[in-house]
């Protein structure tokens, strides 16, 4: 049952929010709840972005822009 809630979780937050956003919205609501410092904040969604960005760059070159 777990993998089936993952399955579909993963589905439709791909589809409705980006993971670039997901992982600033959870960095945010860490950070508002305390838990995370703003430093922390800052290279958590940094660190996330900027790998995330690599990897679209390196889909990209190999199999060329998206249609």
Known sequence: MTEQFK???DKYT????SRKFL????ASGLCA????TSDNWT???LAYIGTQALVDMAVQWKHGPRQ
């Open 43 to 45: 290279a958590i969604t």
């Open 23 to 26: 992982a600033w919205l959870t």
């Open 14 to 17: 791909e589809k409705f929010i």
């Open 7 to 9: 399955a579909f979780a």
């Open 33 to 36: 709840y305390g838990t995370v």
